[in-house]
């Protein structure tokens, strides 16, 4: 098929409503956002312990976060595949090929994303806000959602930072979840069987989403910055 005929009937599979396409879509989007909301709240705390605790070997902590921002994701597949097999500490879980197991993949993932930028906005902070706060009564609760509700724009932006990581990948989704139709398969790994079969057009459709979906998580996010975004 010709680029330009698969282009088009890319749209008309959009358009149709194909139920296969859009619950892969739905399983990409299910298995992010719950692998996501997994890492986000750890991710976040650490940071904050790190930016705010002196203890040592922290500098090699912060290495080590940075470091894995760029950990290949098959690799944790790979790591994650050889828990969850039934000969694997974690194989009676049945984790393996499964969208449970998929969603721990994607927390594996975007952990040290979340953690680097959350990392990277918290130490940019001015120390006087924590100071405030301690002049002003709060305690350490206190203080700590303080400081994270006045950095919530950056905080919020690591957050869509490990959303497009893990939304994107491949690797890890296609060894844990093993691209089963109508259960672990997502856009990506969708994308790749699609491609090699020599199928464009679904290939193309379910490119688009995902670009598509890029696109609205940066709007949205500067919509929500405000004059960071669109008052310039």
Do not use: H
Not at 184 to 206: D, H, N, P, V
Request: net charge positive; with cysteine.
């Amino acid at each position: 098929m010709e680029i330009g005929a698969a282009t088009l009937e890319a749209f008309r599979l959009l358009a149709s409503g194909n139920g296969a396409l859009w619950f892969i879509v739905w399983t990409s989007l299910m298995v992010a956002g719950l692998g996501l909301a997994l890492a986000t709240v750890p991710a976040i705390g650490a940071a904050y312990l790190i930016a705010t605790q002196q203890f040592p070997g922290r500098r090699a902590v912060v290495v080590v976060a940075q470091a894995f921002l760029s950990f290949p994701t098959v690799l944790v597949g790979l790591i994650l595949y050889l828990l969850f097999t039934r000969q694997g500490p974690l194989g009676g879980f049945s984790l393996l090929f499964t969208p449970a197991g998929m969603v721990i993949g994607q927390a594996v993932i975007a952990f040290p994303v979340i953690l680097a930028f959350a990392l990277s906005t918290l130490q940019s902070a001015d120390p006087r806000l924590r100071e405030t706060a301690w002049v002003l009564g709060a305690g350490r609760w206190q203080t700590c959602m303080t400081v994270l509700r006045e950095l919530r724009f950056g905080l919020m932006a690591a957050v869509v930072a490990g959303f497009g990581r893990v939304i994107a990948e491949v690797g890890s989704a296609l060894m844990i979840g093993g691209n089963i139709e109508g259960t672990t398969r997502t856009i990506t790994t969708a994308i790749a069987l699609e491609t090699s079969k020599g199928e464009f057009a679904e290939g193309i459709a379910l490119g688009i989403v995902l670009v598509a979906l890029a696109l609205i998580v940066n709007v949205l996010m500067a919509w929500l910055q405000g004059a960071g975004g669109f008052r310039r």
